[in-house]
């Protein structure tokens, strides 16, 4: 079936170490993003790309990293300079297009929730 | 830019009773709202949207809603709530499509559906 895999589910990391979410997706979407949510604060934007081998970055990019080398995959790193790591981390993509008629709603995957011990 | 407010934390509805979650939206242009569902510690799941058209728009799960351009709302009702309905609920706005897709959400109504 067609869908987005995020992995690992669950991953614990010590303060100073680097760790990297895995976002898949066999959709054939142009656009993939990463969002974080914490609680009581809904979702907020880290990353996005809309074409391989270029990302924008979000509302709260600081501390993150990604790259986009297949159209298929979007992995996030989540740096040693990320002040509060802890969070649940959910990746989507949807479709390109231009007007109105072409804007399609977001698939997400199961999401990665990431503690810092 | 675009932002969503959803006022109520939480919503509580004994099963059976007509379910609202409110929300209200800002934005330059014309609005492409949404609705998503959150189920614990899983992702996002579309619900429903509304691009142009009719005010009315049905989703998934018996789910439907209203836009109200004059209100500035996009309210989501179900007339008949389940207990399986009891989750997390986002709305969502854009006023670009497609790719260029930078949705605000709102923080989300925890809906309780009580047996």
């Known amino acids: 079936d067609g869908g987005i895999t995020q992995s690992p589910k669950y991953l614990f990391r010590k303060e100073g170490q680097n760790v990297t979410l895995s976002c898949e997706q066999n959709?054939?979407?142009?656009?993939m993003y990463w969002y974080r949510q914490d609680p009581g604060q809904g979702l907020r934007l880290i990353y996005y790309?809309?074409?391989?081998?270029?990302?924008q970055k979000g509302d709260i990019a600081e501390g993150y990293s990604v790259s986009r080398e297949k159209k298929e995959s979007f992995p996030l790193t989540v740096t040693s300079a990320q002040k509060n790591p802890t969070a649940f981390y959910l990746c989507?993509?949807?479709?390109?297009?231009?007007?109105?008629?072409?804007?399609?709603?977001?698939?997400f995957g199961e999401g990665s929730r990431l503690t810092v011990l | 830019a675009q932002s969503v407010a959803q006022p109520e934390d939480q919503v509580n509805v004994a099963e059976g009773n007509p379910l609202t979650v409110k929300c209200t939206y800002s934005?330059?242009?014309?609005?492409?709202l949404f609705w998503y569902v959150q189920y614990p510690n899983r992702g996002l799941q579309f619900l429903l949207k509304?691009?142009?058209?009719?005010?009315l728009v049905k989703g998934s799960y018996g789910f439907e809603a209203e836009f109200n351009k004059s209100q500035t709302s996009f309210h989501l009702k179900k007339p008949s709530a389940l207990v399986s309905d009891s989750a997390l609920y986002f709305c969502?706005?854009?006023?670009?499509?497609?790719?260029?897709?930078?949705?605000?959400f709102g923080k989300g109504n925890q809906v309780v559906v009580i047996p």
């Open positions: 989507a993509s949807t479709t390109m297009g231009t007007g109105r008629e072409s804007a399609g709603e977001l698939f």
């Open positions: 959709l054939n979407h142009d656009a």
């Open positions: 790309s809309q074409i391989v081998n270029d990302f």
């Open positions: 934005v330059s242009g014309n609005p492409y």
């Open positions: 509304y691009i142009t058209g009719d005010n």
């Open positions: 969502a706005v854009s006023s670009t499509g497609g790719g260029n897709n930078r949705l605000a």
